[in-house]
Antibody, heavy 118, light 113 residues
Framework: EVQLVESGGGLVQPGRSLRLSCTTS????????MSWVRQAPGKGLEWVGF??????????EYAASVRGRFTISRDDSKSIAYLQMNSLKAEDTAVYYC?????????WGQGSLVIVSS | DIVMTQSPDSLAVSLGERATINCKSS????????????LAWYRQKPGQPPKLLIY???TRESGVPDRISGSGSGTDFTLSISSLQAEDVAVYYC?????????FGQGTKLEIK
């Protein structure tokens, strides 16, 4: 059974950093791209970015709203994907979902809530 | 960026009737060499992550009942739910994965009339 479990969310002050982890199981992690999607409270879905598999140089792409502040990485030995979030802003407050793949996403984690507030 | 616009924003349909949700992209999401539309539909219920219903615009995800169908090509797409059931109450999103950023529609809230 494919499982994706996010962790690391919480309350953080504006300008600070936070790292989310996505611990996976049930599939060959190294074969898949991993993506992050977020959802602000009461709002719609926003694509954050993805990281390709090592076979595609683990290349990354990001939404303009987070480019330069957020970094997606992966540790294939641990089957974990990461979302490093720096210089956080109030508008980054959201539930962050880890997902397997890039488009037509069939597997999603339950989400991790990040609240950016002083 | 490709802008995805769904209509309507909300709709109420009687049990057993058909619900239709539209999604329009600001540019084509049809990749000509493969003849595939890079368009997916999701359903999201409160407190849950989205669930994939349809990919490649019309391919039903495993386990999704055949009363749920997707159609369209290029820039105009439709999600149809025939014989509406109580379990279909949710917010529905389309998403293009033709080019980054992989944008979502704003969502359509489906309720029972």
């Amino acid at each position: 059974e494919v499982q994706l479990v996010e962790s690391g969310g919480g309350l953080v002050q504006p300008g600070r950093s936070l790292r989310l982890s996505c611990t996976t199981s049930g599939f060959n992690f190294g074969d898949f791209a991993m993506s992050w999607v977020r959802q602000a409270p009461g709002k719609g879905l926003e694509w954050v970015g993805f990281i390709r598999s090592k076979g595609f140089a683990a290349a990354t792409e990001y939404a303009a709203s987070v480019r330069g502040r957020f970094t997606i990485s992966r540790d294939d030995s641990k089957s974990i994907a990461y979302l490093q979030m720096n210089s956080l802003k109030a508008e980054d407050t959201a539930v962050y979902y880890c997902t397997r793949g890039r488009g037509g996403i069939e597997y999603w984690g339950q989400g991790s809530l990040v609240i950016v507030s002083s | 960026d490709i802008v995805m616009t769904q209509s309507p924003d909300s709709l109420a349909v009687s049990l057993g009737e058909r619900a239709t949700i539209n999604c329009k992209s600001s540019q084509t999401v049809l990749y000509s060499s493969s003849n595939k539309n890079y368009l997916a539909w999701y359903r999201q219920k409160p407190g849950q992550p989205p669930k994939l219903l349809i990919y490649w615009a019309s391919t039903r995800e495993s386990g999704v009942p055949d009363r749920i169908s997707g159609s369209g090509s290029g820039t105009d797409f439709t999600l149809s739910i025939s014989s509406l059931q109580a379990e279909d109450v949710a917010v529905y999103y389309c998403q293009q994965y033709y080019t980054t950023p992989y944008t979502f529609g704003q969502g359509t809230k489906l309720e029972i009339k």
